[in-house]
C-alpha cells in the first residue's frame, strides 16, 4: 500500500517510450490481460501476480475511470501466495505415508508415490489456509513520465520492471544520477562518464 494510505515511502522510476495515438484504450486492454486471478488450491500454482484496483485489492473489476484520473494512471501490483509452514507441511505428509505404507503393507514409498503424496498434501491443506497476499501502490504521471511504487524491495523492482513492460511496452528506468542526466539532455559521452563516476572519500583513512 501507500499511495492512498500508509507509508509515504516510494521509489521513482522514469518511463522510457512515447504514449502514441489512443493509449488509454490500448493499456485497459492490456491491464485487463493481466489483471490478478485469485489463486485455487486445485491448481499447481504457488503464486499469482497482477493488477488491482488502487483502492481495494479485492476489486478486480479494473474500469477506465478506476485507473486513470487526469494525468495519473494509478493501480496495485498484487502478489498472492501459498505459504504451508514446513512443520505442518511434515507432519501431514508423515501421517498419510504412515497409513498409504500400512495400506499397501509396505515398508517405503518409491519416488512417484511420495511426489504424489506431496501434490495430494498440497492441495489438501490449500483448501484449509488463505494466501499470503501483498499489495504495492502504483502511481504514474503520465505527464512527466515518472512512475512512484510504494515499494523499495529490489525483488520487488525486478517483478514490476516485468509485468510493468509486458502490460505498456515501455520500458521502465530507476531514477539514478545517470538517467536525471540523460532525461535532460546531456550527451552520450558526458552519459558515459557518469557510469565511470567513483565515490569520494572527505574523510582521512581509518577515521568513521
Known amino acids: 500500500m ?40 486445485q491448481e499447481p500454482d504457488d503464486e499469482h501476480i497482477g493488477w488491482c ?8 473489476e479494473l474500469t477506465r475511470d478506476k485507473v486513470f484520473n487526469n494525468n495519473f ?4 501490483l498484487r502478489i498472492d501466495r501459498w505459504r504451508i509452514p514446513q512443520p505442518v507441511f511434515k507432519a501431514h505428509f508423515a501421517e498419510a505415508e ?3 505404507l500400512e495400506r499397501k503393507g509396505r515398508e517405503k514409498l518409491n519416488k512417484r508415490e511420495k511426489d504424489d ?7 489438501r491443506l490449500r483448501k484449509q489456509v488463505i494466501p499470503a497476499m501483498k499489495i504495492t501502490d502504483l502511481s504514474w504521471d503520465m ?11 529490489a525483488k520487488m523492482h525486478e517483478r514490476l520492471l ?44 581509518g577515521e568513521d
Open 143 to 153: 505527464d512527466g513520465q515518472v512512475v512512484r511504487f510504494w515499494n523499495n524491495s
Open 2 to 41: 501507500g499511495a492512498v494510505k500508509g507509508t509515504v515511502s516510494y521509489t521513482r522510476f522514469y518511463v522510457w517510450g512515447e504514449l502514441e495515438g489512443s493509449f488509454q484504450d490500448r493499456f485497459m486492454r492490456s491491464i485487463r490481460n493481466r489483471t490478478f486471478e485469485p489463486l485455487v488450491a
Open 98 to 100: 504412515r497409513q498409504h
Open 73 to 76: 494512471l494509478n493501480l496495485a
Open 162 to 205: 516485468e509485468i510493468f513492460e509486458k502490460t505498456f511496452k515501455l520500458k521502465l528506468v530507476p531514477e539514478s544520477p545517470y538517467s536525471n542526466a540523460v532525461r535532460r539532455g546531456i550527451t552520450e559521452k558526458q552519459a558515459l562518464s557518469l557510469v565511470n563516476l567513483e565515490l569520494s572519500t572527505f574523510h582521512k583513512r
Open 53 to 60: 484496483s488502487i483502492e481495494d485489492p479485492f476489486d478486480l
Open 117 to 123: 503424496l506431496k501434490v495430494f498434501i498440497n492441495k
